[in-house]
C-alpha cells in the first residue's frame, strides 16, 4: 500500500508562488503611453523652449549685420543660432572694452549723461543695481532656500534669501531682518519681497534649483531629505502651536511670550551645533 503523506510533510512542502495578474490589453498600452510622455515630453518642452528664445534673439540680431557679412546672404538657408553666437561675441567685446581706461571713460561719461534724465536716470539705477547685486560673484542674492511662515501663522512657504535688510528698513526693526523674495506657483517669476526676522527663518539644505523644481511643480517634485539623523529626530516649529498663539492674540489683545531658544531659527542653529560637536 502507498503511504499517505503526512500532515507535517505537507505543510513543509513550497507553496506555489502566486501569479501575477496579467495585464490586459488597454492597460498595458495605457501604460506604455504613459512611459512615452515621461520620456518625450520633458526633452521636448526644453528643445522647445531653447528654440523659442534663440529664434527671439536671430530675429532682432541677424538683421543688424550687414548683409556683405552676413552668411545667411551666400546660403539657401538660415542659420539658427547666428544671431545668439553674434550676441554673445559683441557682449565679450563690450565686456573687454570696457575694462580699459577708454572703456570706463566712455562708462562714466555715458552714466552722467543718463543721470540727468529725469525718468530714465530711476529705471538705469534700478536696473544696474539688480544686475550688479545678481551677478556679483560674492552676492548672496538667490543662494539660499528658506521656509518662512506666510500668509499666517501655521502656513510655510519656500522663500529666496535676497540679502540682509538694510536702510530705513532695519533701522526702524529691532530685530535684524533679511530680504526674502517668495515666489508664486508655477510662476516663479513673480512674487512678493517680505522683511522677516533672521530666528523667524528656517534655511532649507535643500539647493535653489531643487527648491525652484518644487514651486514651479506645486510641490509634486520633492526633493530628498539629506540632513544627519540627528536634525531629522528635530522639529523645529509645530504649526498647531502657532495657530493657538494667534488665535489668544486677535482675541484677548494680549501679547504672546515665546521662551528664549524656542524659535525656528535659533533650533537650527543649537541642533546644527550639537551635529557639529558631535563629528568633532
Wanted: aromatic share 8%; proline share 7%; with cysteine.
Amino acid at each position: 500500500m502507498n503511504e499517505q503523506p503526512s500532515g507535517d510533510g505537507a505543510s513543509r512542502m513550497p507553496k506555489p508562488q502566486q501569479k501575477k495578474k496579467a495585464l490586459s490589453f488597454a492597460q498595458r498600452m495605457r501604460a506604455y503611453l504613459m512611459t512615452g510622455i515621461l520620456v518625450v515630453a520633458p526633452i521636448s518642452i526644453t528643445l522647445y523652449l531653447a528654440w523659442i528664445f534663440i529664434g527671439f534673439v536671430d530675429d532682432r540680431v541677424t538683421p543688424l549685420i550687414p548683409a556683405k557679412y552676413n552668411p545667411e546672404t551666400y546660403l539657401p538657408f538660415a542659420l539658427p543660432g547666428l544671431g545668439l553666437l553674434v550676441l554673445t561675441i559683441a557682449l565679450i567685446l563690450v565686456g573687454a572694452a570696457t575694462a580699459g581706461f577708454l572703456g570706463r571713460l566712455w562708462t562714466r561719461v555715458s552714466e552722467q549723461i543718463l543721470g540727468r534724465m529725469p525718468v530714465i536716470r530711476n529705471v538705469y539705477s534700478a536696473v544696474k543695481q539688480i544686475l550688479e547685486t545678481v551677478l556679483a560673484q560674492q552676492s548672496n542674492a538667490f543662494r539660499e532656500a528658506v521656509l518662512v511662515e506666510y500668509p499666517r501663522r501655521g502656513i510655510w512657504a519656500i522663500a529666496f534669501i535676497t540679502g540682509r535688510t538694510e536702510g530705513e528698513v532695519q533701522n526702524i526693526t529691532e530685530e535684524e531682518c533679511i530680504n526674502i523674495f517668495l515666489p508664486t506657483t508655477p510662476n516663479p517669476t513673480s512674487g512678493f519681497l517680505l522683511f522677516v526676522p533672521q530666528k523667524d527663518l528656517i534655511r532649507l539644505d535643500m539647493s535653489v534649483e531643487e527648491a525652484i523644481k518644487m514651486v514651479i511643480s506645486g510641490g509634486i517634485v520633492t526633493p530628498p531629505d539629506r540632513r544627519s539623523e540627528a536634525e531629522k529626530a528635530v522639529s523645529l516649529t509645530s504649526a498647531q502651536t502657532y495657530e493657538n498663539l494667534d488665535v489668544l492674540r486677535e482675541k484677548e489683545r494680549a501679547p504672546v511670550l515665546s521662551p528664549r531658544g524656542a524659535r525656528p531659527g535659533e533650533k537650527k542653529a543649537a541642533v546644527c551645533d550639537g551635529s557639529e560637536k558631535e563629528e568633532t
